[in-house]
């Protein structure tokens, strides 16, 4: 009895151990595994390599460990283009990874600092061994995400996929965010080859590789030969065959004498003919007669081409399977440089990248909003006051010219008058 009190009973203690190690259980497969995750604090110069590629041309940005001009945390930095109209390229290695069997999540922030008038700000992960030194544009990736803007007209999210050497971008038209605050993306990879796209936190996107990439021929196609069957009845409606025509129908006219309309008192049916009154529209008059309408019990639908099994179909279960994955890389070309990369996560789970996002992202954003609103009104106000300046030195050169004007019409008249009076000497002695 007192060993009882002090443990329980046997049956409970085995009862609370197998619910323990159900619990244990589910924990160890809800935790994923973080495959890379740079917040770029101190030290992250020794992950990453910046490229010589167009180095010798003159054409190579670099990047800057900042957390920009203005921010919801200023110790909270990024790595940021610098230098207009340059090439930047910068990759790190990770930890190879297979998403055999596993989610792939890919995700990042980029905060377009700049108008960036025509430029990309996307991610790539590659396969096989990089020579980082010289990765390039022409570089071959298993995946590339992230915006792309040119202009007003070309406001692209991109994401390519490798399949057997070649890429595939997606189908849809995704669009990215376009305003100078940081932006959260994501995107996730599933085993069974569906997928979602994620804009701060939220889902902008989703579908599967079968149906959004042109990787694998369709799984059904519609039958060209295929013909509507004859006795295939597709009125939705039809006249109501039971309903007879009132007898008397036709016989009502379309138009009517007016009846308030009086014989004027000055007229003369000798003179002026056999008066008849107006006609006018007659209310009992309800033009052809029609059966009703009624629901068709044999209505079957409208008729639609079938779909089939596409011969020239072979499914791949591996489609969703990327080439073992060893590194991560940023590879722009930017009119205009300011934009900063910054919490840069692969994992496997998509529940750790939401909580990374908001730790990070979410926590500053409303910081971040109020810091660009200030930086906005100073660049505003110090607009305004160069705007002035150049106000008040084209106004200053203005009455430079006006008094230099004055200056030559005070010449011309006194050469005016001393010729005058030349002339008047003239004219005085003739």
């Known amino acids: 009895m007192e060993s009882s009190r002090r443990g329980g009973h046997p049956k409970l203690q085995l009862r609370l151990l197998h619910r323990l ?26 992950r990453w390599v910046k490229s010589d590629w167009k180095r010798s041309e003159g054409k190579a940005g670099t990047f800057k460990h900042t957390a920009g001009k203005y921010s919801g945390d200023p110790d909270d930095k990024g790595i940021q283009t610098t230098l207009d109209a340059r090439h930047f390229a910068i990759s790190a290695k990770i930890p190879e990874f297979s998403n055999k069997g596993r989610t792939l999540v890919l995700q990042y922030s980029i905060k377009f600092e700049q108008d ?11 396969s096989g061994y990089v020579n980082q030194k010289k990765y390039s544009g022409d570089t071959p990736y298993s995946l590339m995400f992230g915006p792309d803007i040119c202009g007003t007209q070309t406001k692209k999210l991109h994401l390519i996929l490798s399949y057997q050497g070649q890429n595939y971008p997606v189908k849809k038209d995704l669009q990215c965010e376009t305003d100078r605050l940081t932006h959260v993306y994501t995107f996730i990879l599933r085993p069974d080859a569906s997928y979602s796209i994620l804009v701060d936190n939220r889902e902008r996107e989703s579908g599967s590789m079968y149906t959004d990439w042109d990787i694998l021929p369709p799984r059904k196609i519609k039958e060209v030969n295929a013909k509507k069957p004859k006795d295939w009845d597709d009125r939705e409606y039809i006249e109501d065959p039971d309903e007879v025509k009132p007898e008397g129908y036709d016989s009502i006219p379309r138009e009517i004498p007016d009846p308030k309309d009086k014989k004027p008192d000055t007229w003369d049916d000798d003179d002026d003919g056999i008066w008849k009154p107006r006609r006018i529209p007659n209310p009992a008059y309800k033009g052809q007669w029609k059966r009703k309408k009624i629901k068709n019990p044999n209505y079957k639908g409208k008729w639609k081409i079938p779909w089939i099994d596409n011969p ?119």
């Not at 619990?23 to 160890?28: K, M, R, V």
């Not at 994923?32 to 020794?46: A, P, Q």
């Not at 008038?117 to 992960?125: A, D, H």
């Open 21 to 46: 190690l159900a619990l244990a259980s589910l924990l160890l497969l809800a935790s994923g595994e973080v495959i890379f995750e740079e917040r770029f604090e101190d030290g992250w110069e020794t």
């Open 116 to 126: 960036i008038e025509c430029g990309g700000g996307y991610i790539k992960l590659m």
């Open 312 to 430: 020239e179909f072979e499914d791949d279960p591996d489609l969703y399977v990327l080439k073992p994955l060893k590194y991560i890389g940023i590879e722009v070309w930017q009119v205009k440089a300011g934009s900063v990369f910054d919490n840069i996560l692969i994992c496997d789970d998509p529940e750790y990248a939401k909580r990374a996002a908001e730790e990070t992202w979410g926590a500053n954003k409303e910081a971040e909003k109020e810091a660009f609103e200030e930086a906005e009104k100073e660049r505003k106000a110090r607009e305004d006051k160069e705007a002035q300046q150049a106000r008040e030195e084209g106004e200053r050169r203005r009455r430079e010219r006006g008094d230099r004007h004055r200056g030559r019409d005070h010449y011309k008249d006194r050469y005016k008058r001393r010729n005058r009076d030349h002339w008047d000497d003239y004219h005085d002695e003739l």
